[in-house]
């Protein structure tokens, strides 16, 4: 399982920005998919999840309204879309999937908002 994130970069009070997960090494249309992400200091925590067909979607209370997840099945890729960003935001995001008992994770992309 490999998981590959991008798009992470600095960004201003109120911008955007868009992350993607690149995935392989598993069936990927048929796992959830969630990011989650780490602010220095900080635990690690669940931003927002996506059902395996795409249907459903949850959101951390702390980004609802902002952040949009997305998946496109024949790319095997999984999006954040993330708006109105907050300095509160800055932290490292992270890819995550859940394959029988083990959870993968990817590298991480830094997202660091100014004020």
């Known amino acids: 399982v490999q998981l590959v994130e991008s798009g992470g970069g600095l960004v201003q009070f109120g911008g955007s920005l868009s992350l993607s997960c690149a995935a392989s090494?598993?069936?990927?249309?048929?796992?959830?998919l969630n990011w989650y992400r780490q602010a220095p200091g900080k635990e690690r925590e669940l931003v927002a999840g996506i059902t395996r067909s795409g249907s459903s979607t949850n959101y951390a209370d702390s980004v609802k309204g902002r952040f949009t997840i997305s998946r496109d099945n024949a790319k095997n890729t999984v999006y954040l879309q993330m708006n109105s960003l907050k300095p509160e935001d800055t932290a490292v995001y992270y890819c995550?999937?859940?394959?029988?008992?083990?959870?993968?994770w990817g590298q991480g992309t830094q997202v660091t908002v100014s004020s």
């Open positions: 090494g598993f069936a990927f249309s048929s796992y959830g």
């Open positions: 995550n999937v859940r394959v029988f008992v083990t959870n993968y």
